[in-house]
């Protein structure tokens, strides 16, 4: 198994720059490549990657997406005088040329290409080029938007060629439409495209009617593109993880991808004169985070636009940050998706019904007239509802006092979000110690906590329970691990305990008396806890088999009931539909995942839900474990110290009932966990 960052990146990208006047393509600058390369320097960051050098791509390699026509225009850009470049610059949309623009260009390819390399062979798991020239935008007979051979594009075919890969996902999460990657691709059913993008009912750049949620591919390639058109700006961190929970989480694993491609723009966050969107650097670490549970965590992030040069460079370590598996900060601001984002996620369900199993009991009505029919109202509604700190309305071009002020912003968030990580990730304390050995040798495995330490900690909270000797010695394990994490010694443990209600009901007290705020409990199986659950200092899920009658769902208790044989079908329903956008909600400082008997979740299942719940909390985790299954503890210590999520097989779609019941309880419940909105017949 792969381990392993890889960075690529030449500062011969920086040798094109614009040579006459033009306002609409003045911000593609080289400084954009320096900063990022700067600040990855500043973090620490470069050191930890490994290397690899650029080369320039082939005619070959550009021909599997370009004509060669177009490749010989751009080839003699390189003798021209100013007078001709502004010429055939021209001739294309929001481009420039300069007579080093080819050799880079070249570079891009090849360095998209060393990377692609880099991962399928072996040599590391995931990595990120810095490139320029852009490419999402560029097409078979054209340069557009800065772009000038489609990096992405070409890498994609060069993947399925090289490597006879059967299926690539490609996620732009650039602010621009990446309209050349959906030409490409637009009938291939080997590569699915996500796009989100400003859209602005079209009035944004590229104007393209085709970039609408209603483009979902042709003949073959149908149900294969996926368009979220923004119709506002100001989007931000809840708009980007509720577009990823409940559309492009759901349909990439179902899609189960062999490798990942990312068109990753940066112009879609804070500060971007472009993009006027609102998301934070960290958000992109959530982002890469979750597509790094996809595809065995075969990863390849290329740079496309970002235009606000310190939101750009922090937003770039960001992503590396995570790709080299350091915990994720917690995501900032309000979690609550807003109303155009929502009726956005809306239309591309509904638009996609007929082609993904995931959205099958989606409700089918279109919402293009809904979009027409009632704006007004919707504004209207929007106002009072919006959360958001920036009214979503177009402003603009940001000013450069604006850009100035939102690099204050960065600087000060900068230094909020990012907390030093503990050299030992995980911890482990398993009731037999023969056992130790099975673990990856990368966690470190405690003795419990000595007797007396353990009995004036447990008398202090806890005056009943000191006496029982049974109880005390459930609970050694389980303290002693979740005193290294309360301490931030290390970042997440696993403890076997014989008596898991104990343990964690104890577990919990220790946590409020530390004083933390929020604790997310996750109980799948039987395990009973008495909890007093009303302070929403606890917010308990269940997921288990028996039928809870006496108990209603409410806000801080949520059953979900699960047959063991339902386990494989209910679960991404369940967990990207439920229980993500729930967490993310609730933003917990801590979460508590228990183990018991007769549970309705297998390995695969627990291991998956702890990976993707790894970007809460520090990634603060405790997971307590009450039988003695070594294997369980095996594959759960191995998820928490990095390795990628165990293969979940072949897709088996949820039954209409189960989905039924999760729908039920999303609408019951969104009003409190407004992460869970994504439609908007049901806002309340
Ligand atoms: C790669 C990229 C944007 C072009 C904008 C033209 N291109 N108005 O972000
Ligand atoms: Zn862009």
Request: glycine letters at 6%; proline letters at 4%.
């Amino acid at each position: 198994m792969a381990s392993g960052t890889a960075l690529i990146y030449d500062d011969e990208m920086t040798s094109y720059k614009l040579l006459w006047d033009n306002p609409e393509c003045d911000i593609e600058v080289p400084e954009r490549l320096l900063s990022s390369y700067e600040q990855l320097k500043r973090y620490h960051l470069l050191e930890r990657c490994v290397h690899v050098p650029v080369r320039e791509g082939t005619e070959e390699e550009i021909m599997l997406v370009h004509s060669s026509e177009y490749l010989e225009v751009v080839k003699s850009t390189q003798t021209m005088n100013e007078e001709e470049l502004r010429r055939v610059s021209g001739n294309y949309d929001a481009v420039y040329f300069h007579p080093n623009t080819y050799r880079c260009a070249k570079l891009a390819v090849g360095a998209t290409l060393q990377l692609v390399d880099s991962v399928m062979s072996g040599k590391v798991c995931n990595g990120m080029a810095l490139v320029r020239p852009p490419g999402h935008h560029s097409q078979r007979n054209a340069a557009n938007g800065f772009c000038v051979f489609n990096n992405v594009a070409i890498a994609a075919q060069y993947a399925k060629r090289r490597y006879g890969l059967q299926r690539i996902l490609i996620v732009d999460w650039d602010v621009h439409h990446g309209q050349g990657i959906q030409y490409v691709f637009e009938e291939d059913p080997s590569v699915l495209y996500y796009s989100w993008h400003r859209y602005e009912h079209q009035q944004f750049w590229p104007l393209l009617r085709e970039s609408d949620y209603d483009a979902v591919g042709q003949g073959k390639g149908k149900g294969f593109n996926l368009n979220v058109p923004w119709n506002k700006v100001g989007m931000g961190n809840s708009d980007y993880l509720a577009a990823f929970f409940h559309v492009l989480l759901p349909v990439a694993f179902e899609f189960v991808p062999e490798l990942i491609l990312v068109s990753s723009g940066y112009d879609s966050g804070i500060g971007d004169p472009e993009g006027q969107m609102n998301a934070t650097p960290e958000c992109f670490a959530h982002l890469t985070h979750f597509l790094m549970q996809l595809a065995n965590g075969r990863l390849c992030a290329v740079l496309e636009g970002g235009y606000h040069l310190k939101s750009l460079s922090e937003s770039v370590c960001m992503t590396v940050k995570t790709l080299l598996r350091d915990p994720l900060p917690q995501i900032s601001g309000e979690m609550a998706p807003c109303l155009s984002a929502v009726e956005s996620i809306q239309n591309v369900r509904a638009a996609h019904k007929p082609y993904w199993k995931c959205l099958m009991y989606e409700e089918a009505t279109p919402l293009h007239n809904l979009v027409t029919k009632s704006k007004q109202m919707m504004e209207a509604e929007l106002i009072q509802t919006s959360t958001h700190p920036t009214a979503k309305q177009a402003v603009g071009k940001t000013n450069s006092d604006e850009a100035i002020k939102i690099d204050r912003f960065l600087e000060s968030h900068m230094k909020k979000i990012l907390f030093p990580v503990p050299p030992v990730k995980t911890s482990a304390a398993i009731v037999s110690k023969a056992d130790a050995h099975l673990l990856p040798i990368s966690v470190q495995v405690e003795m419990e906590m000595n007797a007396q330490e353990l009995k004036t900690l447990v008398s202090a909270l806890d005056a009943e329970l000191v006496k029982e000797e049974r109880a005390l010695l459930s609970l050694q394990n389980v303290v002693a691990i979740l005193d290294k994490i309360l301490k931030k010694k290390v970042c997440n443990g696993i403890a076997e305990s014989s008596l898991a209600s104990v343990s964690t009901t104890f577990a919990l007290k220790h946590c409020f008396d530390f004083g933390l705020q929020r604790v997310l409990c996750i109980v799948v199986g039987d395990v009973d806890l008495e909890l007093d659950l009303d302070d929403g200092k606890i917010l308990l899920m269940n997921i288990c088999q028996k039928q809870q009658t006496e108990k209603t769902n409410s806000k801080y208790h949520i059953s979900l009931n699960w047959r063991e044989d339902a386990e494989r079908n209910n679960f991404f329903c369940a967990v990207l539909g439920f229980i993500l956008p729930v967490a993310y909600s609730y933003q917990p400082d801590l979460m508590i995942i228990v183990i018991g008997p007769n549970r309705s979740l297998g390995i695969n299942g627990i291991s998956l839900l702890t990976c993707l719940l790894q970007g809460l909390a520090e990634s603060r985790i405790l997971v307590v474990i009450q039988d003695t299954e070594i294997k369980v503890v095996q594959s759960v210590a191995k998820t928490l110290s990095g390795v990628p999520a165990p293969d979940f097989g072949a897709y088996a779609p949820a039954s209409q009932e189960n989905v039924l019941e999760i729908k039920r309880l999303r609408n019951q419940l969104q009003q409190e966990w407004k992460m869970l909105r994504c439609s908007v017949r049901d806002w309340i």
